[in-house]
């Protein structure tokens, strides 16, 4: 971790991503409260939030981590010291036991997967399945676990009914960026087609993508739909896993100017990339927020936003703003922490942004900076 702490906005280096601390501690306030309310454990998703310089405070208010492997589980033992819940569509024979080690519990996506892994597994972990409620509610095919053929989870045709000895709970994952309906969705279908294998389970994961910290999210729905599910099973422990709960609005990414090229629109080059930094906007795709801009031709000044690599494709998208942009303006790109920094690359040789934390005094603790070890490191 790096110690530089800069005062001043204008100090930061660029590109840079900035977490604030007072509003990642307000989401985590949050989630501590339905944790309190309904006594199931939440756990923070790696996957969209990995900012290891926050987990001190994190694990205040969290129960552990979830982790996709074995980086992720190894990140989620050392740095956050907690619980540690790691599932893959499928694990590597060299890296499983030391998986298993770290691992409090242990998620297979597959029968195959169980019966390979549970014998090293036994004793060590509790062992889960993963399950495929075939309940199909993201609009987005890219980020839809259930969607038809999908690879994740074991669905109840799949499902080996006698082969669940030392298996002690179930996880499905049907969400992404959703409210509570969506969830009311998913367990409908999962308590219909698996209901009936509870009784000999220990837990439940319902997974991710909650929009618990979002401002239209219904909290009291959750809160309700919890204990009602622990009054019916009252013996299960609940697991929650979000990750973009945990970071949602909590920082941005501020960029530069470098350039302003006019080919029939005006352009301007920035410091960043879509395509590095923020891959999200292409495959989504979705519209970045940018402070105090609008949409095209909706204030006086329009430009095209691009990133400063040489995929042609690589753009931002198209803003106005009330004062013409100038080379070396600050562009500031909103709720760019989750999901978005786990995604960077050096792609094009383009440096990886700075990270900072801003602190509740308002200071900028600068706990990273990129230069050429991390593009060359990747390679070989």
């Known amino acids: 971790m790096n110690d530089e702490i800069v005062e001043n906005f204008e100090e930061l280096p660029s590109p840079c991503f900035v977490c604030e601390e007072e509003l990642l501690k307000k989401n985590l306030e949050l989630l501590k409260e339905i944790q309190d309310k309904t006594n199931v454990k939440i756990l923070l998703a790696l996957k969209g939030f990995a900012l290891w310089s ?3 405070l994190c694990k205040k208010y969290l129960q552990g981590c979830c982790a996709s492997g074995l980086n992720e589980a190894i990140l989620a033992y050392e740095e956050f010291s907690k619980e540690v819940h790691t599932y893959s569509p499928a694990f590597k024979d ?39 409620p075939e309940y199909s509610s993201v609009e987005v095919d890219l980020y839809n676990p259930c969607a038809p053929y ?10 080996e009914e006698d082969n669940l000895e030392f298996v002690d709970g179930l996880h499905f994952h049907a969400l992404c960026e ?5 969830l009311e969705g998913a367990l409908k ?5 698996f209901s009936d294998f509870l009784p000999q389970m220990k837990w439940v994961n319902f997974g991710g993508g909650h929009h618990i910290t979002r401002a239209d999210y219904d909290v009291e729905g959750l809160i309700k739909l919890l204990n009602e599910f622990k009054n019916r099973y009252p013996h299960l422990e609940i697991y929650l896993e979000p990750g973009e709960a945990v970071g949602w609005q909590t920082g941005y990414l501020v960029a530069t100017v470098l350039d302003i090229v006019d080919n029939g629109i005006k352009i301007a080059i920035l410091d960043t990339s879509a ?17 105090n801009a609008g949409l095209e031709n909706e204030k006086k000044h329009t430009f095209r936003l691009a990133g400063n690599t040489c995929l042609a494709g690589d753009i931002i998208g198209d803003y106005s703003f009330d004062k013409e942009l100038q080379v070396g303006d600050k562009i500031i ?8 920094m786990v995604k960077t690359t050096t792609f094009n040789g383009i440096q990886l942004p700075s990270i900072a934390i801003k602190n509740t005094k308002g200071h900028y603790q600068i706990v990273n900076k990129f230069g050429y070890n991390a593009y060359k490191s990747r390679l070989s």
């Open 94 to 132: 060299e890296e499983i036991d030391e998986i298993i080690k770290m691992s409090n519990h242990i998620v297979f996506n597959s029968f195959n997967q169980l019966n390979k892994f549970r014998q090293r597994a036994i004793g060590k972990t509790s062992i889960g399945l993963r399950v495929n």
């Open 178 to 182: 959703q409210n509570i309906d969506a």
């Open 150 to 159: 999908s690879r994740l989870g074991i669905t109840k045709k799949n499902f």
């Open 333 to 340: 790109l909103e709720d760019m922490i989750h999901y978005t």
């Open 189 to 193: 279908n999962f308590e219909r087609e």
């Open 275 to 291: 395509e590095a930094h923020m891959p999200d906007t292409l495959a989504m795709p979705y519209r970045a927020d940018i402070r």
């Open 54 to 56: 926050t987990f001190d």
